[in-house]
């Protein structure tokens, strides 16, 4: 499984930004996609994932202020983020769990939250 990870970049604080991940390759039944990040000096931890089902789990940091989706069909998964703060800058990486249990993460995206 391959992800191509997109839409980092530099925002203002009270911006937004768009990240997309999209699936590739031998993919056996994806059970979940998602997106975590790790900021400068900690380590990594979840921002938001969506299972097949359709349930998503959301950090408490970034609860009200971001959006997963995922379109299964593209095997993409979205992560809508706004009114960002500077304590979002982080890499995010995506993540998918597939119906082996085994996990496949992306290169990661940078997002900078700066004014």
């Known amino acids: 499984v391959q992800l191509v990870e997109s839409g980092g970049g530099l925002v203002q604080p009270g911006g937004s930004l768009r990240l997309s991940c999209a699936a590739s390759g031998s993919i056996f039944r994806i059970n979940a996609m998602g997106w975590y990040r790790q900021a400068p000096g900690k380590g990594r931890e979840l921002v938001a994932e969506i299972a097949t089902s359709g349930s998503i789990d959301y950090a408490d940091s970034v609860k009200g202020r971001v959006t997963i989706s995922r379109d299964n069909d593209k095997n993409t998964v979205y992560l809508q983020m706004n009114s960002l703060k500077p304590e979002d800058t982080a890499v995010y990486y995506c993540?998918?769990?597939?119906?082996?249990?085994?996990?496949?993460w992306g290169q990661g995206t940078r997002v900078t939250v700066s004014s």
């Open positions: 993540h998918v769990e597939d119906g082996l249990g085994s996990d496949t």
